[in-house]
Protein backbone atom coordinates (compact mmCIF):
# COMPACT_ATOMS: atom_id res chain seq x y z
CA UNK A 1 0.00 0.00 0.00
CA UNK A 2 1.66 3.32 -0.83
CA UNK A 3 -0.37 5.68 1.18
CA UNK A 4 0.40 6.86 4.66
CA UNK A 5 -2.86 6.39 5.77
CA UNK A 6 -4.38 4.05 4.12
CA UNK A 7 -6.58 5.24 2.02
CA UNK A 8 -7.27 4.16 -1.23
CA UNK A 9 -10.00 6.63 -3.25
CA UNK A 10 -10.14 4.82 -6.44
CA UNK A 11 -11.19 1.61 -4.59
CA UNK A 12 -14.82 2.56 -4.33
CA UNK A 13 -14.65 4.35 -7.56
CA UNK A 14 -16.10 2.66 -10.36
CA UNK A 15 -13.70 2.21 -12.65
CA UNK A 16 -16.15 1.23 -15.42
CA UNK A 17 -16.83 5.03 -15.59
CA UNK A 18 -13.59 6.09 -16.25
CA UNK A 19 -13.64 7.18 -20.29
CA UNK A 20 -10.71 9.10 -21.66
CA UNK A 21 -11.57 8.49 -25.08
CA UNK A 22 -9.52 11.51 -26.86
CA UNK A 23 -8.09 13.09 -24.21
CA UNK A 24 -5.05 11.26 -24.35
CA UNK A 25 -4.81 11.37 -28.11
CA UNK A 26 -5.61 15.31 -27.95
CA UNK A 27 -2.49 15.75 -25.68
CA UNK A 28 -0.56 13.59 -27.83
CA UNK A 29 -1.85 15.68 -30.49
CA UNK A 30 -1.00 19.19 -28.86
CA UNK A 31 2.44 18.26 -27.64
CA UNK A 32 4.49 21.26 -27.48
CA UNK A 33 2.34 23.43 -28.62
CA UNK A 34 0.83 23.77 -25.34
CA UNK A 35 4.02 25.75 -24.41
CA UNK A 36 3.22 27.98 -27.06
CA UNK A 37 -0.03 28.72 -26.49
CA UNK A 38 -0.10 28.98 -22.43
CA UNK A 39 3.13 31.25 -22.12
CA UNK A 40 3.70 33.85 -18.66
CA UNK A 41 2.31 31.18 -15.91
CA UNK A 42 3.32 33.66 -13.45
CA UNK A 43 0.35 32.26 -11.32
CA UNK A 44 1.73 28.90 -11.95
CA UNK A 45 5.07 29.15 -10.82
CA UNK A 46 4.35 31.90 -7.96
CA UNK A 47 2.20 28.62 -6.75
CA UNK A 48 5.10 26.08 -7.75
CA UNK A 49 7.42 28.42 -5.67
CA UNK A 50 5.01 28.04 -2.64
CA UNK A 51 4.90 24.39 -2.78
CA UNK A 52 9.04 24.29 -3.65
CA UNK A 53 9.45 26.65 -0.18
CA UNK A 54 7.85 24.40 1.80
CA UNK A 55 9.70 21.54 1.80
CA UNK A 56 13.46 21.02 2.60
CA UNK A 57 15.78 20.12 -0.57
CA UNK A 58 15.69 16.93 -1.90
CA UNK A 59 12.24 15.99 -0.71
CA UNK A 60 10.42 13.72 -3.48
CA UNK A 61 7.81 16.09 -5.34
CA UNK A 62 4.74 14.22 -7.51
CA UNK A 63 3.44 16.65 -10.38
CA UNK A 64 0.15 14.64 -11.33
CA UNK A 65 -0.81 15.87 -15.27
CA UNK A 66 3.55 17.57 -15.66
CA UNK A 67 2.55 18.39 -19.60
CA UNK A 68 5.64 18.95 -20.90
CA UNK A 69 7.15 19.36 -17.79
CA UNK A 70 7.82 23.09 -17.89
CA UNK A 71 7.89 25.46 -15.59
CA UNK A 72 6.71 23.17 -12.90
CA UNK A 73 8.41 19.91 -12.94
CA UNK A 74 11.69 21.97 -13.82
CA UNK A 75 11.10 24.92 -11.44
CA UNK A 76 10.79 22.36 -8.59
CA UNK A 77 14.28 20.48 -9.63
CA UNK A 78 16.18 23.70 -9.83
CA UNK A 79 15.04 24.18 -6.22
CA UNK A 80 16.63 21.02 -5.54
CA UNK A 81 13.34 18.33 -4.89
CA UNK A 82 13.64 15.24 -6.35
CA UNK A 83 10.74 15.38 -9.08
CA UNK A 84 8.21 12.30 -10.14
CA UNK A 85 5.77 13.41 -12.85
CA UNK A 86 3.11 11.44 -14.82
CA UNK A 87 1.24 12.31 -17.54
CA UNK A 88 -1.56 9.84 -19.44
CA UNK A 89 0.02 11.06 -22.92
CA UNK A 90 3.69 9.83 -24.28
CA UNK A 91 4.16 12.50 -26.21
CA UNK A 92 3.94 14.62 -22.79
CA UNK A 93 6.30 12.19 -20.58
CA UNK A 94 9.08 12.12 -23.77
CA UNK A 95 8.91 16.31 -23.83
CA UNK A 96 9.03 16.52 -20.50
CA UNK A 97 12.07 13.92 -20.22
CA UNK A 98 13.75 16.03 -23.01
CA UNK A 99 12.87 19.36 -21.09
CA UNK A 100 13.84 18.42 -17.88
CA UNK A 101 16.60 15.29 -17.66
CA UNK A 102 16.91 15.53 -13.44
CA UNK A 103 13.29 14.59 -13.28
CA UNK A 104 11.67 11.30 -13.34
CA UNK A 105 8.60 10.67 -15.32
CA UNK A 106 5.88 7.82 -15.57
CA UNK A 107 3.11 7.28 -18.59
CA UNK A 108 0.57 6.91 -16.25
CA UNK A 109 -3.19 7.68 -15.74
CA UNK A 110 -3.43 9.41 -12.39
CA UNK A 111 -6.02 7.05 -11.40
CA UNK A 112 -3.30 4.25 -10.97
CA UNK A 113 -1.39 6.55 -8.85
CA UNK A 114 -2.62 4.16 -5.35
CA UNK A 115 -1.19 1.27 -7.14
CA UNK A 116 1.25 1.96 -9.33
CA UNK A 117 3.65 1.98 -6.09
CA UNK A 118 5.36 5.74 -6.69
CA UNK A 119 4.39 7.12 -3.37
CA UNK A 120 4.06 8.56 -0.77
CA UNK A 121 5.47 12.21 -1.87
CA UNK A 122 6.30 14.81 0.44
CA UNK A 123 4.29 17.24 -1.73
CA UNK A 124 3.02 17.02 -5.35
CA UNK A 125 1.03 19.78 -7.54
CA UNK A 126 -1.61 19.05 -10.05
CA UNK A 127 -2.00 22.41 -12.53
CA UNK A 128 -4.61 21.76 -14.93
CA UNK A 129 -4.69 18.66 -15.17
CA UNK A 130 -7.69 17.51 -12.47
CA UNK A 131 -10.17 19.48 -15.22
CA UNK A 132 -9.80 17.16 -17.00
CA UNK A 133 -11.61 14.72 -15.22
CA UNK A 134 -15.85 14.25 -15.06
CA UNK A 135 -16.88 16.21 -12.03
CA UNK A 136 -17.72 13.22 -10.57
CA UNK A 137 -14.26 11.98 -10.17
CA UNK A 138 -12.22 14.94 -9.13
CA UNK A 139 -12.91 14.77 -5.25
CA UNK A 140 -11.74 10.96 -5.53
CA UNK A 141 -8.27 12.11 -7.71
CA UNK A 142 -8.20 14.49 -4.49
CA UNK A 143 -8.69 12.34 -2.10
CA UNK A 144 -5.95 9.78 -3.75
CA UNK A 145 -3.81 12.52 -3.61
CA UNK A 146 -4.52 13.06 0.13
CA UNK A 147 -3.39 9.54 0.20
CA UNK A 148 -0.59 9.54 -2.09
CA UNK A 149 0.90 12.95 0.34
CA UNK A 150 2.43 12.54 3.86
CA UNK A 151 0.75 14.18 6.86
CA UNK A 152 1.00 17.88 6.45
CA UNK A 153 2.53 17.62 3.05
CA UNK A 154 1.90 20.65 0.73
CA UNK A 155 -0.42 20.11 -2.49
CA UNK A 156 -0.02 22.99 -5.20
CA UNK A 157 -3.62 22.95 -7.37
CA UNK A 158 -4.19 24.71 -10.26
CA UNK A 159 -7.59 24.91 -11.75
CA UNK A 160 -9.77 26.96 -13.78
CA UNK A 161 -13.19 28.52 -12.76
CA UNK A 162 -16.13 27.18 -14.73
CA UNK A 163 -19.16 25.67 -13.72
CA UNK A 164 -18.88 23.27 -16.46
CA UNK A 165 -18.84 18.82 -15.98
CA UNK A 166 -17.32 16.94 -18.58
CA UNK A 167 -17.67 19.49 -21.52
CA UNK A 168 -16.34 19.55 -24.69
CA UNK A 169 -14.24 22.39 -25.70
CA UNK A 170 -12.09 23.22 -28.86
CA UNK A 171 -8.10 23.34 -27.53
CA UNK A 172 -5.65 23.70 -30.27
CA UNK A 173 -7.50 21.75 -32.94
CA UNK A 174 -8.77 19.42 -30.86
CA UNK A 175 -11.66 18.51 -28.29
CA UNK A 176 -11.05 17.99 -25.12
CA UNK A 177 -13.15 17.99 -22.20
CA UNK A 178 -12.85 19.44 -19.26
CA UNK A 179 -14.78 20.14 -15.79
CA UNK A 180 -14.88 22.88 -13.28
CA UNK A 181 -16.68 24.44 -10.16
CA UNK A 182 -17.12 28.02 -8.97
CA UNK A 183 -14.63 29.36 -6.56
CA UNK A 184 -16.40 28.66 -3.58
CA UNK A 185 -17.67 25.02 -4.64
CA UNK A 186 -14.16 24.44 -5.13
CA UNK A 187 -12.57 25.27 -2.09
CA UNK A 188 -15.25 23.32 -0.26
CA UNK A 189 -14.45 19.84 -2.75
CA UNK A 190 -11.10 20.82 -1.61
CA UNK A 191 -11.54 20.86 1.80
CA UNK A 192 -13.90 17.71 2.06
CA UNK A 193 -10.98 15.82 0.48
CA UNK A 194 -8.76 16.30 3.55
CA UNK A 195 -7.16 19.45 2.70
CA UNK A 196 -6.90 23.00 4.38
CA UNK A 197 -6.45 25.98 2.55
CA UNK A 198 -3.29 28.02 3.00
CA UNK A 199 -3.78 30.36 0.53
CA UNK A 200 -5.37 31.47 -2.51
CA UNK A 201 -4.67 33.83 -5.72
CA UNK A 202 -6.62 33.88 -9.09
CA UNK A 203 -5.73 35.58 -12.22
CA UNK A 204 -7.30 36.57 -15.64
CA UNK A 205 -5.13 34.89 -18.43
CA UNK A 206 -5.52 35.29 -21.98
CA UNK A 207 -3.97 32.20 -24.00
CA UNK A 208 -1.71 33.24 -27.07
CA UNK A 209 -3.99 31.40 -29.37
CA UNK A 210 -7.45 32.45 -30.90
CA UNK A 211 -8.67 29.00 -30.59
CA UNK A 212 -8.74 28.88 -26.98
CA UNK A 213 -10.86 30.95 -24.84
CA UNK A 214 -9.54 33.45 -21.98
CA UNK A 215 -9.91 32.21 -18.49
CA UNK A 216 -9.71 32.65 -14.91
CA UNK A 217 -6.84 30.47 -13.16
CA UNK A 218 -7.41 29.60 -9.66
CA UNK A 219 -4.15 28.60 -7.52
CA UNK A 220 -4.88 26.86 -4.12
CA UNK A 221 -2.04 26.14 -1.79
CA UNK A 222 -3.22 23.23 0.20
CA UNK A 223 -1.70 21.41 3.24
CA UNK A 224 -2.80 17.28 3.83
CA UNK A 225 -4.80 17.31 7.08
CA UNK A 226 -3.30 14.27 9.37
C1 LIG B 1 -3.72 21.33 -19.43
S1 LIG B 1 -2.32 20.30 -19.36
C2 LIG B 1 -1.35 21.01 -18.03
C3 LIG B 1 0.12 20.59 -18.07
C4 LIG B 1 0.97 21.09 -16.91
N1 LIG B 1 0.49 20.60 -15.63
C5 LIG B 1 1.01 22.59 -16.90
O1 LIG B 1 0.19 23.20 -16.21
O2 LIG B 1 1.84 23.17 -17.59
C6 LIG B 1 -3.02 18.87 -18.58
C7 LIG B 1 -2.06 17.68 -18.56
O3 LIG B 1 -2.64 16.66 -17.77
C8 LIG B 1 -2.52 15.42 -18.45
N2 LIG B 1 -3.64 14.60 -17.98
C9 LIG B 1 -4.96 14.86 -18.12
N3 LIG B 1 -5.69 13.89 -17.56
C10 LIG B 1 -4.81 12.99 -17.02
C11 LIG B 1 -4.96 11.76 -16.32
N4 LIG B 1 -6.18 11.24 -16.07
N5 LIG B 1 -3.85 11.11 -15.91
C12 LIG B 1 -2.61 11.61 -16.19
N6 LIG B 1 -2.41 12.76 -16.89
C13 LIG B 1 -3.50 13.45 -17.29
C14 LIG B 1 -2.57 15.79 -19.93
O4 LIG B 1 -1.97 14.83 -20.76
C15 LIG B 1 -1.81 17.10 -19.95
O5 LIG B 1 -0.43 16.93 -20.14
Same mark, same amino acid.
Given at each position: ??????????????????????????????????????????????????????? &???? /?? +??????? !?? @?? $???? #?? =???????????????????????????????????????????????????????????? &???? /?? +??????? !?? @?? $???? #?? =?????????????????????????????????????????????????????????????????
Amino acid at each position: MSSTDGQQAYADYDRTTIDRTGQVEAFDAIGDRYDEVFPHKEGQTAAGAWLAEQL &PAGS /RV +LDVGCGT !GV @PT $ARQL #VA =AGHRVVGIDFSPTMVKISRENVPDAEFHQMDLADLESGGLGPFDGATAFFSLLMLPRAEI &PVAL /RM +LHGQLKP !GG @PL $ALGM #VE =ADVDDFGIPFLGNTIRVSGYLRDELRQVVRDAGFEIAGEESFAYAPASTDVSPEIQIFLNCRRRP
